[in-house]
C-alpha cells in the first residue's frame, strides 16, 4: 500500500498540469548571447523604434513587444527608471505604469481579440525574471488551443517576421491613444 499523501502533487504532474506554451524561439535567447546592457534602457526614453519593437511611450513607461515572445501579441510595459523595486517607485510612475497596463490590455483587446491573457511580474531572478533590474510587465494574450497551435507555426526563423506583423498591427492603435498634437510617434 502506498503511504504517498493523495494531495501531494508530483512535480513533474505539476508540471502537466500547467498550460505550458512551447515557444521554440524562445531558445535563441536563453541560449544565445545577452545583448550588453538593459533592453529597456538602450533607446531613448522618448521615441517610438520600430527596430527594436517600441509601441508607445508614456512620460513615464513605454510599452515594448517582447523580441522572444512566448505568444503572438506579447508586450512588456516597462517605466523608463531603470529600477528593480516596485516598492520604492514613485507614486505618479506607479500610476502611469498602471494606466499603460490597463491601455495595453484594452488595446489588445481591440486589435488582436484574444480569449484570454497572462499579465504579470516576475520580481528578481529567483521568480523567473529574465532582466531582473528593470521592472516589467508582461502582457501575454491568450487563445483557446494556442498551446497546441503555437508549435505548428512557431520556428526561430520566421519570428522576426511575425513581430514586425504584430508591430504594424498594434502600432496604430497606440498612435490612436496620444492625445498630444506635439506626438513622438512622428519620430522614427
Ligand atoms: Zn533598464
Not at 3 to 21: C, G, H, K, M
Not at 142 to 161: E, I, K, L, S, Y
Request: proline share 7%; hydrophobic share 40%.
Amino acid at each position: 500500500m502506498s503511504t504517498r499523501d493523495p494531495n501531494a502533487v508530483s512535480s513533474r504532474e505539476a508540471e502537466s498540469d500547467r498550460t505550458v506554451l512551447w515557444a521554440p524561439w524562445r531558445m535563441q535567447y536563453i541560449d544565445g548571447e545577452k545583448t550588453p546592457g538593459c533592453i529597456f534602457c538602450v533607446s531613448p526614453e522618448s521615441t517610438i523604434v520600430r527596430e527594436r519593437l517600441i509601441l508607445h511611450v508614456t512620460p513615464y513607461s513605454r510599452v515594448m513587444l517582447n523580441k522572444y515572445p512566448y505568444n503572438n501579441g506579447h508586450l512588456m510595459i516597462a517605466p523608463h527608471r531603470h529600477t528593480a523595486d516596485l516598492v520604492e517607485l514613485p507614486e505618479v510612475e506607479f500610476s502611469d505604469l498602471m494606466r499603460t497596463l490597463r491601455q495595453t490590455v484594452a488595446l489588445l483587446q481591440q486589435a488582436m481579440h484574444p480569449h484570454g491573457m497572462n499579465v504579470g511580474l516576475n520580481l528578481g531572478t529567483s521568480a523567473g525574471a529574465g532582466i531582473a533590474d528593470h521592472l516589467h510587465w508582461h502582457v501575454v494574450p491568450r487563445w483557446a488551443g494556442d498551446t497546441n497551435f503555437m508549435p505548428v507555426v512557431g520556428a526561430v526563423h520566421v519570428m522576426p517576421q511575425h513581430l514586425l506583423d504584430n508591430y504594424d498591427l498594434l502600432l496604430p492603435y497606440f498612435t490612436a491613444l496620444s492625445s498630444t498634437p506635439t506626438d513622438i510617434h512622428n519620430q522614427k
